[in-house]
């Protein structure tokens, strides 16, 4: 590290904190508004960035705009939002999470949101609040669906499937997985071909990485071999499925809902149709990608990335 080097930072105040403290007084943390062009601004001068955000696209010519820019550290799994062709030419390294799996396999927020979301479907908890705090009182209005003696069908049973699954299994839930990248699928999981998962479960939860093999895999003919009255749920990347099919899915009534955490071109998802769909009926539920946004995951995975960032800038000349 050259004498306090400037690192910008994408984030919750707490992940910055955690950086600061991981990079030391040899560095400065400068953290910015996630916005285009605050943050082009800040990296014209920057050696790194630790991006635990993933608000605003990083495009080529904001990278080509930082020569000094040395290392981008995510401190997420993913990284889709960040163009490839400046960086790759100028040999920038781009790190993500996906590199610690140890550490990954203690964080669990992201699970539990999906959990939270399979419930709320389960249980159409927002209509029903909003029910009362519209004056009713029709509980008969909002049949629930017990979740005991139910099917659970996982799309990827790595660390989040995983804990799916063991959430599942408290519930008294048969658990089917499909994961042609893990070997031996976890403890309680039943390994079955995707068309078969998707025509026994009552919700089908997607737990995949965002690849060239992932785009897209749960396609229209999937939404549309799924059980009649099943749940969908995705919180891993938008463009794992396609959401024209889901959309008609749930318009046909196919689905009986779903919940998702991402959307594919997030965060410009004001026009989304699932957004305006959203807007006028019960059985989908969305939120702003927050499942790995809490505090205590913050200021662990900000840390590592840090560390990266450190161990970057240490070693350049």
């Not at 105040?13 to 400068?30: F, I, M, S």
């Not at 997420?76 to 490839?84: C, F, K, L, P, W």
């Not at 049949?143 to 659970?152: A, E, I």
């Not at 769909?277 to 927050?290: K, S, V």
Request: glycine letters at 10%; charged letters at 25%; one cysteine or more.
């Amino acid at each position: 590290m050259t004498p306090v080097d400037r690192v910008v930072y994408l984030g919750p105040d707490v992940g910055a904190q955690a950086a600061r403290g991981a990079l030391g007084p040899a560095a400065e943390v400068l953290a910015v508004a996630p916005d285009p062009a605050p943050l082009a601004e800040a990296l014209a001068d920057a050696r790194g960035l630790l991006d635990a955000s993933m608000r605003v696209r990083v495009t080529d010519a904001m990278v080509e705009g930082a020569p000094r820019l040395a290392v981008i550290s995510c401190a997420t799994t993913g990284s889709d939002h960040i163009e490839r062709g400046e960086v790759a030419r100028r040999g920038i390294p781009v790190h993500t999470l996906r590199e610690d799996p140890e550490l990954l396999g203690g964080l669990t927020p992201a699970a539990e949101l999906t959990w939270a979301l399979l419930m709320a479907c389960a249980r159409r908890l927002p209509a029903a609040v909003r029910h009362v705090l519209d004056g009713g009182w029709a509980r008969e209005a909002f049949p629930g669906t017990m979740l005991r003696g139910r099917t659970l069908g996982l799309i990827g049973c790595g660390r989040i499937g995983g804990w799916m699954a063991r959430y599942a299994r408290a519930f008294d839930m048969q658990v089917l997985g499909y994961d042609p990248f893990v070997a031996r699928l976890p403890e309680g999981i039943e390994p079955v071909p995707l068309d078969d998962l998707v025509a026994r479960a009552d919700f089908v939860s997607v737990h995949v990485h965002l690849s060239g093999d992932t785009r897209g895999l749960v396609s229209r003919k999937l939404f549309e071999a799924m059980k009649p009255g099943a749940v969908f749920l995705n919180t891993s990347r938008g463009a794992v499925a396609d959401e024209a099919a889901l959309l008609d899915a749930l318009r046909s009534g196919r689905l009986a809902g779903a919940g998702l955490d991402v959307l594919e071109g997030e965060p410009d998802t004001a026009n989304h149709p699932l957004v305006d769909y959203a807007r006028e009926h019960d059985n989908l539920l969305i939120t702003p990608h927050c499942g790995g946004n809490s505090p205590d995951a913050v200021r662990v995975v900000c840390r590592r990335a840090a560390e990266k960032i450190r161990a970057a800038l240490e070693a350049a000349p």
